[in-house]
C-alpha cells in the first residue's frame, strides 16, 4: 500500500480511497491476521489524516488475540485513534488486566504504554489497582513502564494521586537506575504542576543527587531543585557543596549546563559558587559547537534579567558575540541574540549595534525583527542610550522610509516624542521632515503623469513630520519664506495627502494651518502666498468624504477668509499654539478626579428611534442610515461637477494655454516639449533627503561647534493633586514653569554607585570593602562586600569568612548560623562580590550611622616543615558606615511650595543650618556643565532639585534640592537612631560658578537638627568632589 501511494504521484486521493474500500472488507474478515494487517494499514492512513472510526470495534478484537505478532498492530492503532470519547474503550479494560499477568514482559509492557495513551478517568478507576502491583513486579522493565504510565493516570484522574503516592514514593530507592530515573522524571513533572507537594521528598532527592553518577538521573533532580528551591530557602546553603562539585568535576557538559542554570534561577547572587558558574557559562559562549553557544545565549538571557547576576558578568567581548550570533539562520537563536542584545548594549556601543542591525534588516526577507529591536533599544529610560539625538533621528526617518513595517507606528511616536524632549534637535528635526516629505511629492516632471513618489513613506511617518512642521516652525531654517511656503504646498498637495489615512489628512491640514497663522512673526514676506495657497488647495478637503477631513478643512478655510492676508490680523491667531507640548504620563487623564456632578453612564442626547421607511435610498452602508457615500453619485457630486470651475482656476488655464510654454496636448505623449529631457535630468540629480541631512550632520560635527550637547527631558507631566499638601508633604506635580532638575536614569545612577567602594575593615590577615546603594522599591538597602587577603604570601590558610550584622538589622542572605558568607571555603586573594539586602526599617534619622558588626572567618597556619595545625575560630569588630542619605525620599515640590514651607517652618523643621564653600578643578580641560552636576549630586544622595531662573542681579546658578525622612519613622532597636517628626524636610541652597575648568560651589542645608544638617551637608560635599576630583569624574 505504500508503494502504491508513492506510485500513484498525482493521484493519491483516489489510490487511498480505493485502499480504504478493500480495507473495511479485510476489516470484517473472519481471519485475524487479515484483519490485523487491515487494522495496521488503517493505522498508517490515520497517521496521513484519515478517519478509522469505522474500525474501532475491529481494533478491540485484534487486540484480543493471543498472538503477539498479532495483537501488536492492534494496540499500536488504539494508541494513535482511541481517545476519551471512544466507545469501545470501556472494553480494553479487561484486555489490559489479561496482559498485565503475560508471562512475556513485552507484552505486559505493551498494554501499559497503550493505556498511558486513552486512559480516562473510568478506565483509570478500574485499573489502578493492577497497576499498583506492577509497581512491586521483580521485573525493572514493567516498574519502569508502570512509573511512567502512572504519570497519564494522574493527569486524567488526580484522586489517584493520593492512592498510589506511597507506593510511587518507595520507588525513590529502586536499586535499578532505569526504575530511579522514571520515578525522578515523574516527581519532576508533577512538581511542574504544584511544588509544595512533593516538598517532603527533598531528603532523599538530596541523597540520590549526592550519591548518583548517572548523568541522566542528575540532570532530572537539578531541575528539581530549580522547582523546589524557591519554597524552601533552607536548600540553598545545603546545596552549594553539591553544585560546587558538580561544576568542578563532571565532564559531561549536559549536567555542567543544568547545573548552572540551577545556580542561575535558584540560588542567591554575590556568592563564590555563582562566580564559578557564570565563569563556566562564558566557557560554553566561547564553544565552537553552535548548539552549545545556543544554550549559552539562552540562559545568559535570564542572567542578564537579574541585575545582581549582570553585574558579576565580565565577559568584555559579551557584545561582539551576540551581533555574531545575529546572523544565524536559525530563527529561535536569532530571536535569542536580539532579546540578548536590547538587555547588554551600553551608550557606548549603541551605535554599532543599530547600524548592525540596519544592516541585517537590509538583506532579511522578514526584517520587522530587527527593527523593532532597534526601537526598543532606543526607547529605553527614556531614549538613555541614546547619545546623538540628530543620528537617531536619521535612523527614523529610514525606517519609516519602509511602508509594510509593523513598527511604523512606533516610528512616528519616537520621531514626535525626542523632539518633544530634546529642544536642542528641533531645527534638524523640521529639516529632516521636510526633506522626507519633499521626496514623497511628486516631481515637476511626472505632475502630468500618475506615476507613484519617488520615496515612498510609512503613513503614519507622514502625520509625524507634518505634525512637527506645524508645532516648532519656529526652528525652519533660513530663508524661513521659501521653507514655510515649501512645506505649505507640500501638506496641501492634494494628489498625494488625499491618498493617506483621513487622520493623517487632518494632521496635514492644521499644520499648514499653523503655518499660517505664525508666518507673521517668522516668514513675514510668506503671509499672503500662504492666504492664497489656503483659499485655492482647501476647498479640495471641503469636499471630501471623511467628516474629519471636511470639518478640519472648513475650520481651516474659515480662518484664512477671517483673518485674509492681514498680518497684523493673522498674527493674533498665534495663540492657539502659544503654550508649548510637554511630555504627559499615559494615565495623567485617569488620575484627573471626576466631579460629583458629572454622569459618564448618562447620554448627552436621547437616543433617536429608528423610522421605517420602505422608499429610503439604499446607501454605500444599509446598516448605517447616516453614513457618508463612498462616492459623490449618490451625494453632491453631480451638482458639483455642473458647477463651473472657479474664476481664479479659468483664469490660471486660459493663462497657461496662451503662454508660449505651454504644452497643451503634445505634452501627454512627450512630443513637442524641448524642456521634458531638461526636467528629467535635474529631477535625476535630486539627492536622497537622508543623504543630504547625514552630510549635513557630519559637517556640524567636524565644524568649528563641533557636537551638539543635548537636554534630555526625561520626566512626564502628571495630573496636579487635587489633595491638600499636609504639613511638610507639599508635594505637587513637576509644571513647565517650576522646570526639574535632570536627574540621570536609574542604571546610571547605579553605576556610579558602584564605584564609591570604602575600606570598613584592615586587619592583619584580612581586609573587607564595602560598597553602598540606594534602597529599592522594597525598602531594602543593597550593600555589596568582599574581601582580600592582606598578605597572600603568609603561611596562613583563611576560609569561611562571615559577617555578622547587629542585632535588629535583618540581612536576606544570612545562613543558619545568622551570618552573610563573603567568602565559602579557603580564601585565595580576593573573594567575589557578595550582596546583603538589609531591610531599612530600623534606620529612622537622616544621620551617618555606624553598624557594629562582627567580621568571622578561620585561621590555620600552613608553615614548610609543619604539621597541619587545626583552624582556629577568628572573631574581629567591624564597623559598616551609612552615609546620612542613604534612607532620604526626594520631595517633589515646586518653587513656591518650598517657599512656603521655609516660610512656615523656619523655627521648628529648619531650625539649624550648616553651610561649606568647596572650590573644585576638574582634571580635565572639558568645562563643566554645573546643571548636569547639581542633577548627579541631587540623584546620588535621593534629593529632588529645581533650578531657580537666573537675574541679571545675580553671578551664576542657584538650585534648590529637597528631600524627606527615611520611609520608616517608628520606633528603632538600635542605639543612637533619633526618628525624625513626619512632616520634616531637609532643604539644601547650592550656588555656584564655573570658572574655565573648576567650579566654586556654596552649599547649605537646613534641618531640624544640628547633626542632622552637619552630615547631610558633609555627604553632599563629599559626593561633589568625587564626582569633579575623584571616583566619580567623567
Not at 484519515?50 to 470495534?57: I, L, T
Not at 531638461?678 to 565644524?703: C, H, I, N, Y
Not at 564655573?994 to 552649599?1003: G, K, P, Q
Request: hydrophobic residues 40%.
Amino acid at each position: 500500500m505504500v508503494k502504491g501511494i508513492r506510485a500513484n504521484r498525482g493521484k493519491e486521493t483516489e489510490y487511498i480511497n480505493q485502499c480504504m474500500g478493500e480495507i473495511q472488507k479485510e476489516v470484517a474478515s473472519k481471519n485475524m491476521s487479515t484483519k490485523s494487517m487491515a487494522i495496521l494499514k488503517m493505522a498508517y492512513l490515520n497517521m496521513l489524516g484519515y478517519d478509522m472510526s469505522f474500525s474501532s470495534f475491529g481494533v478491540v478484537e485484534v487486540m484480543s488475540t493471543n498472538r503477539f505478532a498479532i495483537k501488536r498492530p492492534g494496540y499500536l492503532a488504539a494508541s494513535l485513534s482511541f481517545n476519551e470519547k471512544t466507545d469501545v474503550g470501556l472494553l480494553t479494560i479487561n484486555l489490559f488486566k489479561k496482559d498485565f499477568g503475560s508471562k512475556s514482559q513485552y507484552e505486559a509492557g505493551m498494554a501499559i504504554s497503550c493505556l498511558s495513551c486513552i486512559t480516562n478517568p473510568e478506565i483509570s478507576r478500574d485499573i489502578i489497582t493492577d497497576l499498583l502491583s506492577l509497581l512491586a513486579s521483580s521485573r525493572a522493565y514493567l516498574r519502569k513502564k508502570t512509573v511512567l504510565c502512572l504519570y497519564k493516570i494522574f493527569l486524567k484522574d488526580p484522586p489517584a494521586l493520593r492512592t498510589c503516592f506511597p507506593k510511587l514514593k518507595d520507588r525513590l530507592t529502586d536499586e535499578d537506575q532505569g526504575v530511579l530515573t522514571a520515578t525522578v522524571n515523574t516527581f519532576l513533572e508533577l512538581a511542574r504542576k504544584n511544588a509544595r507537594n512533593y516538598l517532603s521528598l527533598v531528603p532523599q532527592f538530596y541523597h540520590i543527587l549526592v550519591n548518583t553518577s548517572n548523568n541522566w538521573l542528575s540532570i532530572k533532580l537539578l531541575k528539581v531543585f530549580q522547582i523546589l528551591t524557591p519554597l524552601e530557602p533552607r536548600l540553598i546553603p545545603k546545596l552549594v557543596e553539591p553544585l560546587t562539585n558538580i561544576l568542578n568535576t563532571t565532564k559531561a557538559q549536559s549536567v555542567e549546563f543544568e547545573a548552572i542554570r540551577c545556580v542561575v534561577r535558584a540560588m542567591p547572587e554575590g556568592t563564590s559558587l555563582a562566580a564559578l558558574a557564570l565563569e563556566k557559562l562564558q566557557a560554553f559562549l566561547n564553544s565552537s559547537d553552535r548548539n552549545l553557544r545556543f544554550l549559552a545565549l539562552d540562559l545568559l538571557r535570564e542572567v542578564l534579567g537579574r541585575p545582581e547576576f549582570k553585574d558579576q558578568l565580565a565577559l568584555p567581548d559579551l557584545h561582539d558575540k551576540v551581533l555574531t550570533s545575529i546572523e544565524e539562520s536559525d530563527d529561535t537563536a536569532r530571536r535569542i541574540a536580539l532579546q540578548l542584545l536590547d538587555a547588554s548594549v551600553s551608550p557606548s556601543n549603541f551605535q554599532e549595534a543599530v547600524q548592525r542591525l540596519l544592516d541585517f534588516s537590509r538583506k532579511a526577507s522578514a526584517n520587522d525583527e530587527f527593527v523593532g529591536t532597534i526601537l526598543s533599544m532606543g526607547a529605553r529610560d527614556r531614549y538613555a542610550l541614546v547619545e546623538d539625538f540628530a543620528w537617531y533621528l536619521l535612523i527614523l526617518g529610514e525606517i519609516g522610509r519602509s511602508t509594510d513595517s509593523a513598527h511604523a507606528e512606533t516610528v512616528a511616536v519616537q520621531f514626535v516624542d525626542i523632539c518633544m524632549r530634546v529642544p536642542q534637535v528641533r531645527p534638524y528635526a523640521i529639516t529632516l521632515a521636510l526633506g522626507l516629505l519633499d521626496a514623497t511629492a511628486p516631481r515637476a516632471s511626472s505632475e502630468l503623469s500618475n506615476a507613484p513618489a519617488e520615496s515612498p513613506l510609512a503613513m503614519p511617518m507622514v502625520g509625524a513630520c507634518a505634525w512637527l512642521l506645524g508645532e516648532y516652525h519656529a526652528d525652519v531654517e533660513k530663508p524661513a519664506e521659501a521653507n514655510f511656503m515649501s512645506a505649505a504646498k507640500i501638506l496641501l498637495n492634494a494628489k498625494t495627502v488625499q491618498a493617506l489615512d483621513p487622520c493623517v489628512q487632518t494632521q496635514c491640514i492644521w499644520a499648514a494651518t499653523k503655518l499660517y497663522l505664525s508666518s507673521p512673526q517668522h516668514a513675514a514676506g510668506a503671509v499672503t502666498e500662504l492666504h492664497s495657497l489656503l483659499n485655492s488647495s482647501l476647498p479640495a478637503f471641503v469636499r471630501s468624504t471623511h467628516v474629519d477631513v471636511s470639518e478640519r478643512a472648513s475650520l481651516a478655510l474659515h480662518i484664512a477668509t477671517f483673518y485674509k492676508a492681514d498680518a497684523s490680523r493673522v498674527g493674533s491667531g498665534s495663540a492657539l499654539f502659544a503654550d508649548a507640548m510637554m511630555p504627559v504620563k499615559a494615565d495623567a487623564q485617569a488620575q484627573m478626579p471626576v466631579p460629583e456632578d458629572l454622569a459618564l453612564e448618562e447620554p448627552f442626547f436621547a437616543q433617536e428611534v429608528k423610522q421605517e421607511n420602505t422608499f429610503m435610498p439604499v446607501r454605500s452602508d444599509p446598516a448605517d442610515p447616516y453614513a457618508l457615500a463612498t462616492t459623490y453619485k449618490d451625494d453632491l457630486n453631480l451638482m458639483a461637477s455642473k458647477e463651473p470651475p472657479p474664476a481664479a482656476e479659468q483664469q490660471q488655464r486660459q493663462s497657461q494655454q496662451s503662454s508660449i510654454y505651454h504644452l497643451g496636448q503634445q505634452a501627454k505623449d512627450g512630443t513637442g516639449a524641448p524642456g521634458a529631457e531638461a526636467s528629467q535630468a535635474a529631477a535625476a540629480e535630486v539627492k536622497d533627503p537622508l543623504v543630504l541631512m547625514r552630510e549635513k550632520l557630519e559637517a556640524q560635527r567636524t565644524g568649528a561647534s563641533g557636537a551638539v550637547k543635548y537636554q534630555v527631558m526625561r520626566d512626564d507631566l502628571t495630573a496636579p493633586s487635587t489633595q491638600p499638601a499636609s504639613g511638610a508633604a507639599g508635594q505637587v506635580a513637576s509644571s513647565s514653569s517650576t522646570p526639574a532638575l535632570p536627574v540621570p536614569p536609574e542604571k546610571e545612577l547605579t553605576e556610579l554607585q558602584g564605584r564609591l567602594w570604602s575600606v570598613c575593615y584592615r586587619g592583619e590577615h584580612i581586609a573587607v570593602y564595602a560598597c553602598m546603594r540606594s534602597p529599592n522599591r522594597k525598602q531594602l538597602l543593597r550593600v555589596d562586600l568582599r574581601c582580600e587577603r592582606v598578605n597572600p604570601g603568609a603561611p596562613v590558610r583563611i576560609s569561611d569568612v562571615a559577617l555578622r550584622f547587629p542585632d535588629g538589622v535583618s540581612a536576606q542572605e544570612v545562613d543558619a548560623s545568622g551570618c552573610v558568607s563573603l567568602c565559602p571555603g579557603e580564601l585565595q586573594q580576593r573573594s567575589a562580590k557578595v550582596k546583603a539586602n538589609l531591610a531599612s526599617a530600623p534606620f529612622v534619622s537622616a544621620e551617618a550611622f555606624s553598624l557594629a558588626c562582627e567580621l568571622r572567618y578561620l585561621l590555620a597556619q600552613t608553615g614548610e616543615g609543619e604539621e597541619a595545625q587545626p583552624a582556629s575560630p577568628q572573631s574581629a569588630e567591624l564597623e559598616l558606615r551609612l552615609p546620612a542619605t542613604t534612607f532620604l525620599v526626594p520631595r517633589v515640590m515646586t518653587e513656591d511650595s518650598i517657599a512656603e514651607y521655609i516660610a512656615a517652618n523656619s523655627a521648628e523643621m529648619l531650625s539649624h543650618q550648616t553651610a561649606q564653600a568647596l572650590t573644585l578643578t576638574a582634571t580635565t580641560s572639558t568645562a563643566i556643565d554645573l546643571t548636569a552636576l547639581v542633577g548627579r549630586c541631587a540623584g546620588l544622595c535621593r534629593f529632588h532639585g529645581i533650578q531657580q531662573p537666573a537675574s541679571a542681579q545675580t553671578k551664576g546658578q542657584k538650585f534648590i534640592l529637597v528631600a524627606g525622612p527615611p520611609a520608616s519613622t517608628g520606633a528603632t532597636v538600635l542605639e543612637g537612631q533619633k526618628p525624625m517628626p513626619a512632616n520634616a524636610n531637609i532643604v539644601c541652597m547650592c550656588a555656584g560658578i564655573v570658572r574655565d575648568t573648576s567650579v566654586e560651589l556654596r552649599v547649605t542645608v537646613k534641618a531640624c537638627r544640628k547633626e542632622i544638617a552637619d552630615d547631610v551637608c558633609s555627604q553632599l560635599a563629599n559626593t561633589f568632589r568625587e564626582l569633579v576630583e575623584g571616583r566619580l569624574k567623567e
